[in-house]
């Protein structure tokens, strides 16, 4: 029930944001988020957006998969 | 279709090389007893397969996170009986509809007339009081930190838009001090915790220092995804193999040490903590959110004048075990044959969440 799905904001509205989910549009409260702008990421649950998803982070845990599935040393 | 952020978290590749420097890591050492805390990893980790894929590194034990499977049956009766009352409609998530009570489920008795909707967002229940004024809207608030949030947002838009009738059944609990709970109980036998994704996103991971300190216990938050839970994993064994236990964060993509503070401000700025009954575990101090007085107007338990039940029910069903982690599913004795998917006689069987459900799915892999 904790399920969220990362979304691309289009647009912002006042309290309220036009976000992308698969190909598919839909409208999000983002009262829970400060300064939100088109282009985010975000996690939307329950017709909210509950977090920022940060591209960079992301970036940084999958070079630690791959950091780790290629090490040759045992840690 | 390409889902960003979602399908690179799902690479069979680098999963393979995770589960090969992860047994490799772990050579020659007895299992690791871990609890994912989460409904939601529960499920990730069984149609992953991970349990099979690290067969005799750890033991995964699916922890009390499915909201479902611990609202007490004493909760379903009071959404029932609140359902009964002429001119209201019950707005629920999905997963509350077929969960029996002790007399009957909402989805049984709307062929009796109760009209029980199942929505996607608290804010489509403030809508529906909106456009049917002549009726009282219940909203069963039931969920975790990740859903605390969004129910709060509706009370707070629905007294804003001033709509008289409007009200949440509260059953909205929180996560760390059950971890405590758990890791305080010696038939538990927990060696490390893997942390909810995105309770965390609003909690933050800070907020279980108290748990990895208390109990000498490593903590890890992870993403839901089958890399982020065996990354998870890896990073619980090594922390294991060096004596340490702290805290740490591989879903740093989503959650921060300090979580949203906004979210949180939203939280108790409607809620304040209190105790809540948890099924099968019994009452949990400090682990409930219930609205706090100024917003008693939405209040269902206020505005109706009842009182949930918080008793222990009396069943041959062992979901207190499986929600504890004491037993796995089949070891209950109507898994499989007096409770399944199509025919439930717990939450963990109803709740698409939960570990009875997951296992009965998936298999024990």
């Not at chain 1, 920022?52 to 630690?64: C, G, I, W, Y």
């Not at chain 2, 009390?64 to 998530?93: E, H, N, Q």
């Not at chain 2, 029910?313 to 089949?330: F, M, Y």
């Amino acid at each position: 029930m904790c399920l969220g799905v990362p979304a691309r904001v289009v647009e912002v509205a006042g309290a309220s944001a036009t976000v992308e989910v698969g190909g598919a549009r839909r409208e999000v409260s983002i009262m829970l988020l400060d300064g939100v702008s088109a282009g985010d990421w975000v996690i939307l649950h329950a017709g909210f957006a509950i977090e920022r998803l940060s591209a960079e982070e992301a970036e940084r845990t999958l070079a630690l998969f791959r950091e780790i599935s290629d090490a040759t040393e045992i840690h | 279709m390409q889902l960003k952020y979602i399908d690179e978290f799902r690479d069979p590749g680098l999963a393979r090389g995770l589960v090969e420097k992860t047994r490799a890591a772990w050579a020659g050492r007895p299992p690791m007893r871990i609890m994912e805390v989460c409904g939601t990893h529960t499920v990730s980790i069984a149609r992953a397969g991970i349990r099979s894929l690290l067969s005799g590194v750890v033991t995964l034990i699916s922890g009390p996170g499915c909201p479902v499977c611990v609202t007490p049956d004493g909760y379903i009766d009071a959404a029932v009986g609140l359902g009964m009352r002429p001119d209201t409609i019950i707005a629920t998530f999905g997963d509350m509809l077929r969960v029996p009570g002790r007399r009957s489920s909402l989805e049984k008795e709307r062929g009796n007339g109760i009209d029980a909707r199942v929505l996607y967002s608290p804010l489509d229940a403030v809508e529906i009081a909106a456009k049917n004024k002549d009726k009282e809207v219940v909203f069963l608030g039931v969920g975790f930190e990740t859903t605390a949030p969004s129910i709060a947002g509706a009370i707070l838009a629905a007294a804003d838009r001033k709509i008289p009738n409007f009200s949440v059944l509260s059953s909205v609990r929180t996560i760390p001090l059950a971890m405590e709970a758990l890791a305080s109980d010696p038939e538990v036998r927990i060696e490390g915790f893997l942390c909810p994704a995105h309770v965390s996103a609003i909690i933050g991971s800070d907020a279980y220092i108290p748990v990895a300190g208390k109990f000498g216990l490593p903590c890890v938050v992870a993403g839901f995804e089958p890399l982020d839970i065996l990354c998870g994993i890896y990073m619980l064994l090594l922390q294991k193999k060096r004596g340490a236990a702290s805290v740490e964060n591989e879903y740093a993509r989503v959650a921060t040490a300090a979580g949203n503070r906004k979210a949180l401000g939203v939280i108790s700025r409607v809620f304040e903590p209190g105790d809540i009954a948890w099924r099968g575990i019994g009452v949990l101090p400090g682990t409930g959110l219930r609205i706090r007085e100024d917003f008693s107007a939405f209040d269902a338990q206020v505005k109706f004048g009842i009182a949930v039940p918080s008793e222990a029910e009396k069943t041959a069903c062992r979901c207190g075990d499986v929600l504890k982690g004491k037993i796995t599913p089949p070891q209950c004795p109507l898994f499989g044959k007096a409770c399944t998917p199509e025919e439930p006689y717990g939450p963990c069987m109803v709740s698409s969440e939960g570990s009875c459900a997951a296992y009965f799915k998936y298999g024990a892999a």
